[in-house]
């Protein structure tokens, strides 16, 4: 059984960092993009990162470019998003999804089909 599980997230102040961390069980990552989005209340969800397959390419969201890193540790089978410079908005949920596929990772929900539960991050001071 495919599994994802985030964890990571948590209150920080405007300014501040966290490290988000996506792991998997069930399947190894290397065989999949990953993609990192987030749902603030009243919101749609919006993809925030990806990270092909091959761990080539990534793409980011305009809103976090210079301030998001998205990396994995196969060893760990992790993917994790590193997050400077935090800003009030943001705030939301944020998502690990996978996808089985090859070329240049998309920040499009619908062709993910393993998510994680989701963990909280807060911005505020």
């Known amino acids: 059984q495919l599994q994802l599980v985030e964890s990571g997230g948590g209150l920080v102040q405007p300014g501040g960092s966290l490290r988000l961390s996506c792991a998997a069980s069930?399947?190894?990552?290397?065989?999949?993009?990953i993609g990192w989005f987030r749902q603030a209340p009243g919101k749609e969800r919006e993809g925030v990162s990806c990270?092909?397959?091959?761990?080539?390419?990534?793409n980011y969201a305009n809103s976090v470019k210079g301030r998001f890193t998205i990396s994995r540790d196969s060893a760990k089978n992790t993917v994790y998003l590193q997050m400077n410079s935090l800003k009030p908005e943001d705030s939301a949920i944020y998502y690990c999804?996978?996808?089985?596929?090859?070329?240049?990772?998309?920040?499009?929900?619908?062709?993910?089909?393993?998510w994680g539960q989701g963990t909280q991050v807060t911005v505020s001071s």
């Open positions: 999804a996978a996808k089985r596929m090859f070329g240049t990772c998309l920040l499009l929900q619908g062709p993910y089909d393993s």
């Open positions: 069930g399947f190894t990552l290397d065989y999949y993009a």
């Open positions: 990270l092909s397959r091959s761990g080539g390419s990534t």
